[in-house]
């Protein structure tokens, strides 16, 4: 599961930095999500969330709803990137300077941030973690839009390399993986928020 919109109305990459919460319309997003859990007895019994605040919200209404605790792992945070804290776009963006141009040389890496194929690596190696953490139900997951993604292109046998601007990991979006053999894969996406993203604010994912 993606976390829900953040309170940014400064509209930065926020990255890994401290002390970026969800927005009341995020709080909502993340009660929509449980819901969803709950209206379709999802037999949840383990959370684990990425280490940021903002996950950690994201899975407080699952906790509640299943009554259980929320468990962290290192391997589901957002990657380390280059340009947190700055604006990307419009007057004064990042993209605009001239002495932050080095940094975007190589989109396939990327050259900003934590490369693509580690970013895969961490999550998946979480993720077998996960499915082997339990003998039976569901464990869900608490993470970001970037990590989320590559473990959808890694398991669709798809290059990591990709168009930021049409992943399809809305926030507070459910991603469902099985285990077939010892290998996972994805079976389902949901986006139980949907009806809350028109005015959502989504622009400091990694």
Request: proline share 9%; charged share 25%; hydrophobic share 40%.
């Amino acid at each position: 599961m993606r976390h829900g919109e953040v309170f940014n109305p400064e509209r930065v990459l926020y990255g890994r930095l401290p002390g970026f919460k969800l927005s009341d319309l995020g709080r909502q997003m993340a009660e929509a999500a449980a819901a969803d859990l709950v209206d379709r007895a999802r037999p949840v019994v383990r959370v684990v969330a990425s280490p940021l605040q903002r996950t950690q919200e994201s899975a407080a209404p699952i906790m509640a709803a299943f009554g259980l605790p929320i468990n962290l792992d290192e391997r589901l945070i957002e990657p380390a990137n280059r340009f947190e804290g700055k604006r990307m776009r419009g007057p004064g963006g990042a993209l605009r300077d001239p002495r932050n141009w080095p940094s975007l040389v190589n989109p396939a890496r990327p050259s900003w941030g934590e490369p693509f194929r580690s970013i895969s690596t961490r999550m998946i190696a979480a993720i077998d973690d996960a499915f082997h953490s339990v003998d039976d139900g569901d464990v869900v997951l608490v993470s970001h839009q970037l990590p989320i993604w590559m473990v959808h292109r890694s398991l669709a046998g798809e290059r990591l390399a990709h168009d930021p601007r049409k992943r399809r990991c809305d926030l507070s979006s459910i991603t469902t993986l099985t285990l077939r053999g010892n290998v996972p894969a994805e079976v389902a996406y949901s986006s139980p928020a949907a009806a809350l993203l028109v005015p959502a604010n989504d622009v400091g994912a990694v």
